[in-house]
């Protein structure tokens, strides 16, 4: 079973069928995908903040049991240590997003944990292009290094370094004309 949790949240079964998954199972996936086994009652807690204790174990076990029912395996196992189930693989290893297009409207802790792994990802992702642009700038690659700076620009359109580097790398690649309107979309952001 392939877990898709950085843009949509989908189950793809073996079978090749691809599932939606609810909100809240995204959430519990994408925490069991990225933190581990973790005990039953925890997450029961982070998923259901607003519910008494055993109300959210109850819904917790139903929500896995129609998890199961709708997938037709399954994706969590243990007692009361939860964990992904063997042989269920996810997309977040290499994603620099998570959960990007679920809406949750998870409080407490959970939203607390989903805005630090975003903001983590996101600031990777930006390092990543950063020293991609670098490299092949210092390499004299300039035509090579405009895709990961408009890509740096299009995430940070407010950063006048992204905004300089793009026109620097226009420049530098013999294009006056583009580095002159780099410019001017810089002076109009």
Same mark, same amino acid.
């Given at each position: =079973?392939?877990?898709?949790?950085?843009?949509?949240?989908?189950? #793809?079964?073996?079978? !090749?069928?691809?599932?939606?998954?609810?909100?809240?199972?995204?959430?519990?996936?994408?925490?069991?995908?990225?933190? $581990?086994?973790?005990?039953?009652?925890?997450?029961?807690?982070?998923?259901?903040?607003?519910?008494?204790?055993?109300?959210?174990?109850?819904?917790?076990?139903? @929500?896995?049991?129609?998890?199961?029912?709708?997938? $037709?395996?399954?994706?969590? +196992? %243990?007692?009361?240590?939860?964990?992904?189930?063997? !042989?269920?693989?996810?997309?977040?290893? #290499?994603?620099?997003?998570?959960?990007?297009?679920?809406?949750?409207?998870?409080?407490?802790?959970?939203?607390?944990?989903?805005?630090?792994?975003?903001?983590?990802?996101?600031?990777?992702?930006?390092?990543?292009?950063?020293?991609?642009?670098?490299?092949?700038?210092?390499?004299?690659?300039?035509?090579?290094?405009?895709?990961?700076?408009?890509?740096?620009?299009?995430?940070?359109?407010?950063?006048?370094?992204?905004? @300089?580097?793009? =026109?620097?790398?226009?420049?530098? %690649? %013999?294009?006056?004309?583009?580095?002159?309107?780099?410019?001017?979309? +810089?002076?109009?952001?």
């Amino acid at each position: =079973m392939h877990l898709q949790l950085s843009t949509v949240a989908l189950a #793809q079964r073996p079978d !090749g069928v691809a599932e939606p998954l609810g909100p809240r199972d995204a959430a519990l996936l994408a925490w069991l995908a990225l933190e $581990g086994p973790t005990p039953r009652a925890q997450l029961a807690g982070l998923l259901w903040p607003e519910s008494a204790p055993e109300a959210a174990r109850n819904t917790l076990r139903q @929500r896995l049991f129609q998890l199961r029912k709708q997938l $037709g395996a399954d994706l969590v +196992c %243990g007692q009361h240590t939860l964990q992904l189930a063997p !042989g269920v693989v996810h997309d977040l290893a #290499q994603a620099h997003t998570l959960l990007a297009d679920v809406t949750l409207d998870l409080g407490g802790d959970y939203a607390a944990w989903l805005l630090h792994q975003r903001e983590q990802r996101r600031a990777a992702h930006l390092q990543a292009l950063q020293t991609e642009a670098d490299q092949r700038e210092q390499a004299g690659q300039f035509e090579a290094a405009l895709p990961p700076a408009q890509a740096l620009l299009r995430l940070a359109p407010l950063s006048e370094a992204a905004h @300089r580097r793009v =026109m620097r790398l226009h420049y530098l %690649g %013999g294009d006056r004309a583009a580095a002159l309107l780099a410019f001017d979309a +810089c002076e109009q952001v």
